[in-house]
């Protein structure tokens, strides 16, 4: 299958910074990439829809001023957590869709100190 | 909105015997695809299963197997000889078909179900 990266795998941060979370897809075009969030041993929670080229669309609830999504290209998409604080500390997963499944990267662990 | 629903949150099973994970979801679509992942410890989401909702053949995959119920709204994976590396936690989820609709390719997830192998 597809393979889709994510990087860093894991980020410490200070509260009050900001920390940038890189998608991209290494074999295939991604015209459309997700962001999620997970808790442990919860659900994944869809934070956006990200498209190139456009702005991202967000679920109900979620901060598009806090969570900055880029998608620049057919391969990238970024997620940015702008001032942070501790309690956006979580696991992030983005995938990347095709036509018939989604890919998905192997997360990435955000703990703000 | 669709909806999906795992009603078990943990299950069990001793190693080489078979484990049925129930699935439930609610939707007023005709067209959509059926999903069961499996993220291990790791972390990693990987594909398990995949069921065309048009299809009334069961999806297989060498040891897992499904039972789509389309009247019944209900997706089961099971899995027969149970290994120690199928332990993990297992997510059913439902995308929609629909084409130009603002929740076209999005996947929506059950509550997920851990499920231990004993050997």
């Known amino acids: 299958g597809a393979v889709v990266s994510q990087h860093p795998s894991r980020v410490i941060c200070k509260s009050g910074t900001s920390v940038k979370i890189e998608c991209r897809s290494l074999d295939f075009q991604a015209t459309t990439m997700f962001w999620y969030r997970q808790f442990p041993k919860q659900s994944l929670m869809l934070m956006a829809t990200?498209?190139?080229?456009?702005?991202?669309?967000?679920e109900q609830g979620v901060e598009k001023d806090k969570f900055l999504i880029n998608h620049a290209s057919l391969t990238l998409s970024t997620l940015t957590v702008t001032s942070a604080h501790p309690e956006d500390s979580s696991f992030y997963i983005c995938?990347?869709?095709?036509?018939?499944?989604?890919?998905f990267g192997p997360g990435t662990r955000l703990t703000v100190t | 909105a669709q909806t999906v629903t795992q009603s078990q949150p943990e299950m069990s099973v001793q190693e080489a015997e078979t484990v049925t994970l129930s699935c439930t979801y609610d939707t007023s679509e005709s067209d959509y695809y059926l999903f069961w992942y499996k993220q291990p410890p790791s972390r990693q989401m990987i594909l398990v299963i995949r069921q065309e909702a048009y299809k009334q053949q069961n999806a297989t995959e060498n040891r897992f197997s499904v039972n789509f119920q389309k009247a019944a709204k209900s997706f089961s994976l099971k899995i027969s000889d149970s290994q120690l590396g199928d332990a993990a936690m297992y997510f059913c989820a439902y995308r929609s078909e629909r084409s130009g609709g603002t929740s076209y390719g999005k996947l929506t997830f059950g509550q997920g179900t851990i499920l231990t192998v004993h050997p």
């Open positions: 995938s990347a869709s095709s036509t018939y499944e989604q890919y």
């Open positions: 990200s498209n190139e080229g456009s702005k991202a669309t967000y």
